[in-house]
């Protein structure tokens, strides 16, 4: 009799496996295994450093925007030329005016060139509490100064002040009452002259910064502005002249009394 075959151990094993017993996900009917869902951090913008960065730039605009106003403004009461000063009146005095220790009899009043002393008043930014001797401003002058005078009858309160804050330790210019003046106040250079009625008024200030030193204007360019004997001994208006002796002048010196000086206006 015959007997029923037997699988083979191996195919058994294999078939078996082949069964029933897939994996859920790996056969070719399944739908795959579902990755668990990842979590998205989002990052926060850093506001607090925008906003900071923000302010610094609106900051430096307004910086930046202040000083270019302040700069146009500036540049827009600047002069370039002499004529730009309303008012101011111009003379012809030649260059080489000669020196003399006569007193001189001056057109202008106050005067803005002609004969005059040997020794200058310094003129330094320095300001005086006397009427200085008027031929000894004028060689000041013809060494590039600018001379403010006022009339101590007619100025206003607190321009005296506001005069003082301007010329004193500004190399070129010098202050001093004068006597009979007339109007408030006048600036006067070699062969130029401007009055005034205030301080505070724009031309003050144009005038001295654009007329002193001005090389096109007067005659010894690069001559010195320093008598320390002036500052502490200065001479006022009547006072005769001290003379050769009394510093190193620049030019020579006659005795011979000037004779009335006049200009071309």
Same mark, same amino acid.
């Given at each position: 009799?015959?007997?029923?075959?037997?699988?083979?151990?191996?195919?058994?094993?294999?078939?078996?496996?082949?069964?029933?017993?897939?994996?859920?996900?790996?056969?070719?009917?399944?739908?795959?295994?579902?990755?668990?869902?990842?979590?998205?951090?989002?990052?926060?913008?850093?506001?607090?450093?925008?906003?900071?960065?923000?302010?610094?730039?609106?900051?430096?605009?307004?910086?930046?925007?202040?000083?270019?106003?302040?700069?146009?403004?500036?540049?827009?009461?600047?002069?370039? @030329?002499?004529?730009?000063?309303?008012?101011?009146?111009?003379?012809?005095?030649?260059?080489?005016?000669?020196?003399?220790?006569?007193?001189?009899?001056?057109?202008?009043?106050?005067?803005?060139?002609?004969?005059?002393?040997?020794?200058?008043?310094?003129?330094?930014?320095?300001?005086?509490?006397?009427?200085?001797?008027?031929?000894?401003?004028?060689?000041?002058?013809?060494?590039?100064?600018?001379?403010?005078?006022?009339?101590?009858?007619?100025?206003?309160?607190?321009?005296?002040?506001?005069?003082?804050?301007?010329?004193?330790?500004?190399?070129?210019?010098?202050?001093?009452?004068?006597?009979?003046?007339?109007?408030?106040?006048?600036?006067?250079?070699?062969?130029?002259?401007?009055?005034?009625?205030?301080?505070?008024?724009?031309?003050?200030?144009?005038?001295?910064?654009?007329?002193?030193?001005?090389?096109?204007?007067?005659?010894?360019?690069?001559?010195?502005? @320093?008598?320390?004997?002036?500052?502490?001994?200065?001479?006022?208006?009547?006072?005769?002249?001290?003379?050769?002796?009394?510093?190193?002048?620049?030019?020579?010196?006659?005795?011979?009394?000037?004779? @009335?000086?006049?200009?071309?206006?």
């Amino acid at each position: 009799m015959a007997k029923d075959p037997k699988p083979e151990n191996g195919r058994a094993s294999s078939g078996a496996s082949r069964g029933g017993s897939r994996v859920p996900g790996k056969g070719s009917g399944g739908r795959g295994r579902t990755r668990p869902p990842t979590t998205v951090v989002t990052q926060q913008k850093p506001w607090g450093l925008i906003a900071a960065a923000v302010a610094v730039v609106v900051f430096a605009a307004a910086i930046i925007g202040y000083a270019v106003v302040q700069v146009n403004e500036a540049n827009a009461d600047k002069v370039t @030329e002499a004529s730009q000063i309303t008012g101011l009146e111009t003379f012809d005095y030649a260059a080489g005016q000669e020196h003399v220790t006569t007193p001189v009899s001056y057109t202008e009043s106050p005067p803005v060139g002609g004969p005059h002393d040997g020794e200058w008043a310094d003129c330094t930014g320095t300001v005086y509490d006397v009427d200085i001797r008027h031929e000894n401003a004028v060689h000041s002058m013809e060494h590039g100064a600018t001379w403010i005078t006022y009339d101590p009858e007619l100025i206003a309160d607190g321009d005296l002040a506001t005069l003082e804050e301007l010329v004193e330790g500004t190399s070129g210019l010098m202050l001093s009452p004068y006597a009979g003046l007339g109007s408030p106040i006048s600036l006067q250079s070699w062969n130029h002259q401007l009055t005034v009625d205030s301080a505070d008024d724009i031309r003050v200030q144009q005038y001295a910064d654009f007329m002193t030193y001005n090389a096109e204007f007067y005659p010894e360019v690069g001559a010195s502005c @320093e008598n320390p004997l002036f500052i502490t001994d200065p001479l006022v208006a009547g006072d005769g002249s001290r003379g050769t002796d009394a510093m190193a002048t620049d030019a020579p010196t006659t005795s011979t009394p000037a004779a @009335e000086t006049t200009s071309a206006p």
